[in-house]
C-alpha cells in the first residue's frame, strides 16, 4: 500500500515536472489582445460597444460618458482607457490622450503589440502637444517592442 | 395727549381757511372744455397704458415664462449581474426616491417584492449618453450582491434629485408639461376654481356673481370671483399686495392674455406658475414643485387624493398647508373632492375611497431635496466657473453629479455615530468633516461638512483650513525614495533628538508623540510608526525643497514655506484639498482632478456641457508603489491597525494618521482601490480637542469603509521593482528565513550588490531567463 502511494506520488511530481519542462511562462499570450478577451463576462463589454457605436455615429460626448461608465464597472480595464485616449486624441485633446494612454500603459498585461500601439498614440499625443523630444522617446519604446530582436530571450 | 389737544385748533382753522377758497376754485373745474380736453388725454393716456400692458403681457409669455433653477441630480445608480448591492440598500434607495409598492408595479415609480427578487419599473431619465427610458426590471439580490438581472445585462435606476441650484429668494419649480399633467387634477381645479373656464375671455361676471351670492348664502368668504387667467395674471405679473392699481391693472391684462393665448396655454401656465407655499426662502411654485414637496413624488404619480390636496392648497396656501393644518386642509380635499364627484369627474366608488385616505403628506425634511447640503455647495462652487447665476437659476438645467448615495450615508453615518460616542453632551463641541472620492476618475462621492449633515452653513469639508499634521509623511517617504541610489523602504533612519537653527535664531527640536526616541529603524517604520524626529531627519536629508516639489506634484496649489516644521505638517489645507493630495498616491502616481459634476443638460434633456475625466502621470510607477506599499504597513501593523477590525481580512488597503499640534485636529486619510476617504475632526474655535489621529478619526474611516464595497490595492509590482529580502541594516540582501531579514519592494536601483550571506541569496529575475536561472540554481 505504501509503495503504491510512494508510486503515485512520484508520478504525480514527474507530471508536473514534465509539465513545467515543456511550458515555461509565456511571454506573450498568443492570440492578440482584444477587449472582449480583457472584459469577458462583464457589462463593461455591452457599453464599450455602445461607445463605439456613438462614436460611429458622430457622438463622442455619449461615446465618452459610456466609456466612463464601463470604467466605473472595470476599473483595471486598460482597453477602457486605451479608447477613452483614442477619442480625446480624435477631439483634439492630445494631452488628455496621453494621460490616459499612459494609464493604459500601467494597467497593460505583457502584449508587446498592444503596448507598442499605445506607445505610438503616446507619441502622436506629444507631438501635438509639441513635444517632440518626448514623442522620440515613446516611439523608440514602441520600436523596441515591435522588434523581435529586441525582445529578451 | 397733551400734543393733540394744542394741534387741532390750528388744524381746523387751516381747514377753514380752505374752505372758503374752494366756491371759486369750483366754478372754474366744471369748464367744459376742460372736461373735453381731460377725456382726450385719458383716452390717449389710456390706449397707451393697454398697449403698455399688452406689452408686457405677451413678452413675458412669450419670452422667459418660467424661473427654472438648475436641478442637480445623483449619479444613477447602476444594476448589473455582480455588482455588490445589498437588498437593504436597495430597498433603502427606492425609498428615497419614493418608489411605491405595488403588487404588479404597473407605473413608473412602483415596485414590488416577490420573494428573492424585486421587481422594479423605473421612472426613465435623459442623459447625455440617451438615458433610460422607465422600464420594468426583475432582479435577484443575494448574499450582497445582484444575482440576476431580467433580459439586458445593463439597467439604471433614474437619478435621485437631490437639490437645486437658486439665488437665495428665488422661486424654485419642477415644470410639468400640460399632455403630462393628470387630466383629473386640470378637473377638479375647472371645477373648483373656475367652472366657466373654457368659455369666459378672461374675466367671469357670471363667476363674479355666482361668487358673491355664494359668499352671501355663506355668510363669509367660500368663493373668490377671479377666473383662472385673473389668478395667472396675479401669479404671474403682480406682486400680491392688494392695492387698488393692481386691481385695476388685472382685469384687462386678464383679456389681453385671453386675447393672444389659447386656453391649453393659459392653463398649462397657471399649473406650472400658482404659488402653492413656502419652504424657508424658497417660494413653491406650481404643481409640479408642490408634489415633490408635499408628496416627495413626481406630479404624474400622484392619487387622487393628493391631487385634491394640491388644490385644495389654492384658496390659501398658508391657511390650509397640510403639514400645519392636517384637520383644516383634510376637509377642504374632501371638498375638493366632492365637487369632483358632482361634477362628474370622480365616481362614487372613487370618491368613498379616496375621502377616506389619510393627507399622506412625506415629513417636512424627509425629501432627499436639500438633504446634503455641503455637496450641493460643491456642485454650486463648481458649476459657477462655468455658468452666470441667471443661467443657474432661470434656465431649468438639468446637473448630474457625481454623489453616490449610499456612500454619503455611510459617510454621514460614521461622523455622526463617532461623534455621538465620543462627544455626547449637548454642548457638541466636536465636529467634523468626510470626503470620499473615486480615485481613479476623480468623482467625488460624499461630501459630509457637518455632524448635523442636514444643516447648511460652515461647509467644513471646504473651508476649514487646518495644519495637516503627520498626513504629509507620505511625502517625505515618496521625495526620498525617487532618489532610490540612496534610499529605500529599507534605509535605516535615526529616530533622535534633532535640532534645527532657525533664520530667526529660534530652534526647531521636535518631538516624538511619546516624547522618546527609538533609535535607527527602516524607513518603512518611520512611516507605520509615525515618528517625528526620523521623519524630520530624512525630510532635511532629502531636502526641503525637493519635499515641498513633491507636495506640489501631488497637487498642493497653496503656497508651502520653506520652514523644517513643514515636515511634521505644519501645512495647513482643507480636507477637500487633502483628498486633492492623496488621490495621486491612491492611484499609483496618476493625478485626476476632482469633480462633482459629470454632466450638464438643458431642460429638454438635451446635452449641453460635460466635465469629462482626465488624468496625468505626475509619479512614476515605481517610487509611487513603493510609497503605496509603506502606508499599508500604517494599517498592517502602524498606527491604523485598530482599522483591521472593521475591514475584511483580507482587504489591503493604506492611509495615514495625522495630529496637529495640542490635539486641536485629528485627520485620517487612506484609501483602498475604489475609495479614497479623508476624515477630519476638531472644533471649530480651534481649541485643543484632545484627540489623536488614531482615536479621533480613524474610526470614522473605518466605519465608513467597511459599509463599502471595496477593491484590494494591487500587490502587483511594477517593471521596475522587486521583492527583495532585505538585512536589517538595509544595506544588504538577504533571504527568506534568516534572522531579522524582511521582504521590501525595492526599485532596481537601489538593491545593494552586498550580501549579508545568509541563504540562496537571489533576485527575483523576470521573463524566460529568469526562469530557466531558477530551474538550475
Known amino acids: 500500500m505504501l509503495s503504491v502511494q510512494r508510486l503515485v506520488r512520484l508520478m504525480l511530481v514527474s507530471l508536473v515536472l514534465a509539465g513545467c519542462a515543456v511550458r515555461p511562462p509565456a511571454e506573450e499570450p498568443a492570440e492578440p489582445m482584444t477587449a472582449s478577451q480583457e472584459l469577458a463576462g462583464s457589462p463593461a463589454l455591452s457599453l464599450l460597444g455602445r461607445a463605439e457605436a456613438a462614436r460611429q455615429q458622430g457622438q463622442p460626448a455619449a461615446a465618452e460618458r459610456y466609456l466612463e461608465r464601463a470604467l466605473n464597472i472595470a476599473p483595471d480595464s486598460s482597453w477602457l482607457y486605451k479608447e477613452l485616449a483614442d477619442l480625446r486624441l480624435t477631439e483634439g485633446d492630445p494631452r488628455g490622450a496621453e494621460g490616459f494612454a499612459l494609464k493604459a500603459l500601467r494597467l497593460a498585461p505583457d502584449h508587446d503589440d498592444y503596448r507598442a500601439g499605445l506607445w505610438e498614440l503616446v507619441a502622436t499625443a506629444r507631438d501635438r502637444q509639441g513635444d517632440s523630444e518626448g514623442a522620440g522617446q515613446a516611439r523608440d519604446k514602441a520600436a523596441e517592442l515591435r522588434s523581435p530582436r529586441a525582445k529578451p530571450v | 395727549m397733551a400734543k393733540k389737544t394744542k394741534k387741532s385748533p390750528t388744524r381746523s382753522r387751516g381747514q377753514s381757511n380752505r374752505k372758503k377758497k374752494k366756491p371759486a376754485n369750483k366754478r372754474r373745474w366744471f369748464s367744459w372744455s376742460l372736461i373735453g380736453k381731460l377725456a382726450l388725454v385719458c383716452l390717449v393716456l389710456g390706449a397707451a397704458g393697454l398697449a403698455w400692458l399688452d406689452a408686457l403681457v405677451r413678452e413675458r409669455f412669450d419670452s422667459h415664462v418660467w424661473q427654472l433653477p438648475a436641478r442637480v441630480y445623483a449619479r444613477p445608480v447602476e444594476l448589473y449581474e455582480g455588482r455588490v448591492l445589498s437588498r437593504e440598500d436597495m430597498l ?212 387622487p387624493h393628493q391631487l385634491a390636496t394640491l388644490v385644495a392648497l389654492l384658496k390659501g396656501p398658508s391657511w390650509y398647508d397640510p403639514r400645519k393644518h392636517p384637520e383644516r386642509s383634510l376637509e377642504r380635499r374632501n371638498t375638493v373632492l366632492k365637487v369632483a364627484l358632482d361634477e362628474g369627474a370622480l365616481s362614487k366608488a372613487d370618491y368613498d375611497k379616496y375621502s377616506s385616505r389619510p393627507l399622506e403628506v412625506v415629513p417636512r425634511g424627509a425629501s432627499a431635496l436639500y438633504a446634503f447640503p455641503a455637496f450641493i455647495d460643491l456642485v454650486r462652487r463648481q458649476l459657477a466657473r462655468d455658468y452666470p447665476p441667471e443661467v443657474l437659476s432661470d434656465e431649468g438645467l438639468h446637473i448630474h453629479s457625481t454623489l453616490d448615495v449610499l456612500a454619503q450615508l455611510a ?120 515618528r517625528n524626529q526620523a521623519t524630520a531627519r530624512l525630510g532635511l536629508d532629502v531636502g526641503l525643497k525637493q519635499v515641498a516639489g513633491t507636495l506640489k506634484t501631488l497637487g498642493v496649489q497653496r503656497n508651502i514655506p520653506l520652514y523644517p516644521s513643514i515636515l511634521l505638517g505644519s501645512l495647513e489645507l482643507t480636507p477637500f484639498e487633502v483628498a486633492m493630495l492623496y488621490q495621486p498616491l491612491s492611484t499609483g502616481g496618476f493625478s485626476t482632478r476632482l469633480r462633482s459634476i459629470t454632466d450638464v443638460l438643458d431642460k429638454a434633456g438635451q446635452p449641453l456641457a460635460r466635465y469629462p475625466v482626465s488624468t496625468d502621470e505626475v509619479v512614476d510607477a515605481g517610487p509611487a508603489f513603493l510609497t503605496q506599499w509603506a502606508m499599508q504597513q500604517v494599517v498592517e501593523e502602524g498606527t491604523a491597525r485598530a482599522a483591521r477590525r472593521h475591514l475584511p481580512a483580507d482587504l489591503k488597503v493604506a492611509g495615514k494618521t495625522g495630529t496637529s499640534d495640542d490635539f486641536r485636529d485629528a485627520w485620517f486619510a487612506g484609501f483602498s482601490a475604489n475609495h479614497l476617504a479623508v476624515v477630519w475632526v476638531g472644533r471649530d474655535d480651534n481649541r485643543n480637542a484632545g484627540i489623536t489621529g488614531s482615536s479621533g478619526a480613524l474610526p470614522v474611516w473605518a466605519q465608513l469603509m467597511g459599509k463599502l464595497p471595496q477593491r484590494s490595492l494591487s500587490q502587483t509590482p511594477p517593471a521596475g521593482v522587486e521583492w527583495v529580502w532585505m538585512h536589517p541594516d538595509g544595506r544588504r540582501v538577504s533571504a527568506e528565513g534568516c534572522g531579522e531579514a524582511r521582504r521590501y519592494p525595492m526599485l532596481e536601483a537601489s538593491i545593494p550588490e552586498d550580501s549579508d550571506g545568509c541563504g540562496a541569496v537571489k533576485k527575483t529575475g523576470k521573463g524566460i531567463k529568469g526562469w530557466f536561472k531558477g530551474l538550475f540554481d
Open chain 2, 92 to 303: 433603502k434607495l427606492l425609498e428615497l426616491m419614493r418608489y411605491r409598492q405595488d403588487a404588479r408595479a404597473s407605473t413608473p415609480g412602483s415596485y414590488a417584492v416577490q420573494g428573492n427578487s424585486l421587481l422594479v419599473h423605473t421612472r426613465g431619465f435623459s442623459d447625455s449618453d440617451g438615458g433610460e427610458k422607465p422600464e420594468r426590471i426583475r432582479l435577484t439580490l443575494s448574499g450582497g450582491q445582484i444575482r440576476s438581472l431580467n433580459g439586458d445585462d445593463l439597467a439604471r435606476l433614474e437619478p435621485l434629485q437631490i437639490g437645486s441650484i437658486h439665488p437665495q429668494h428665488a422661486e424654485d419649480r419642477v415644470l410639468v408639461p400640460l399632455e403630462k399633467v393628470p387630466p383629473l387634477l386640470v378637473e377638479m381645479l375647472i371645477a373648483t376654481e373656475d367652472q366657466g373656464f373654457y368659455d369666459h375671455y378672461g374675466i367671469s361676471l357670471r363667476g363674479l356673481a355666482r361668487a358673491m351670492l355664494a359668499n352671501i348664502k355663506a355668510g363669509g368668504l367660500v368663493q373668490g370671483g377671479s377666473t383662472l387667467t385673473q389668478q395667472l395674471v396675479k401669479n404671474f405679473w403682480l406682486t400680491s399686495e392688494r392695492t387698488l392699481s393692481r386691481k385695476l391693472m388685472e382685469m384687462p391684462m386678464a383679456i389681453l392674455l385671453e386675447l393672444h393665448y389659447s386656453k391649453e396655454e393659459i392653463l398649462e401656465a397657471y399649473l406650472n406658475e400658482v404659488y402653492l407655499g413656502q419652504d424657508g426662502a424658497r417660494a413653491i411654485h406650481g404643481m409640479g414643485l408642490g408634489a415633490q414637496f408635499l408628496f416627495g413624488r413626481p406630479l404624474e404619480e400622484l392619487e
Open chain 2, 411 to 530: 459617510a454621514e453615518g460614521a461622523l455622526r455615530d463617532h461623534l455621538n460616542r465620543r462627544d455626547p453632551d449637548d454642548s457638541k463641541k466636536l465636529n467634523g468633516a468626510v470626503v470620499v472620492v473615486a480615485p481613479a476618475q476623480g468623482d467625488v462621492l460624499a461630501l459630509v461638512s457637518n455632524r448635523d449633515s442636514r444643516e447648511a452653513g460652515f461647509n467644513r469639508a471646504l473651508d476649514a483650513q487646518r495644519p495637516i499634521g503627520s498626513l504629509v509623511k507620505p511625502a517625505v517617504v515618496l521625495s526620498a525614495v525617487s532618489q532610490p541610489k540612496q534610499w529605500s523602504l529599507a534605509t535605516q533612519v535615526e529616530d533622535g533628538p534633532i535640532q534645527v537653527k532657525l533664520p530667526n535664531g529660534d530652534v526647531w527640536a521636535p518631538q516624538n508623540f511619546d516624547k522618546q526616541s527609538r533609535g535607527a529603524m527602516p524607513m518603512v517604520d518611520v512611516l507605520a510608526q509615525s
